[in-house]
């Protein structure tokens, strides 16, 4: 009879389900309910949105996206107040990100 030899033990992966289920899971755990701005938090992100977009200057954006607040750091290209759209480059990428004004949720000059 021969040896077997070096086999690795992977008791789970025969069950990829469960991996798929508990992701999902602990996903949801983690979600968190997107925050309610007042009138007067919205028109500081507008101030502040309007004034890094004139001085070219970088901002930290504050944004609510599949149940969780994401922050990314860039410059703003473009605002469309009427259309509730604004146009971002992000710091790593520099890649053009469109995204609602109701997904915002705090916006900071770096």
């Not at 389900?17 to 996903?27: A, S, V």
């Not at 983690?30 to 028109?43: D, F, G, I």
């Not at 469309?80 to 000059?109: A, C, H, P, Q, Y």
Request: charged share 25%.
């Amino acid at each position: 009879m021969a040896p077997r030899g070096m086999k690795k033990w992977r008791p789970f992966a025969t069950m990829p389900e469960q991996y798929i289920g508990l992701k999902e899971m602990i996903n949801k755990q983690a979600e968190v309910a997107q925050p309610v701005l007042t009138e007067e938090q919205m028109e500081q992100i507008n101030f502040t949105l309007i004034e890094a977009l004139h001085t070219n200057k970088q901002v930290y954006l504050t944004y609510y996206k599949r149940g969780q607040c994401i922050t990314e750091r860039g410059f703003i290209q473009f605002v469309d107040s009427l259309g509730n759209l604004f146009t971002f480059i992000d710091d790593v990428f520099e890649l053009k990100n469109k995204m609602r004004l109701s997904e915002l949720i705090d916006v900071r000059l770096a």
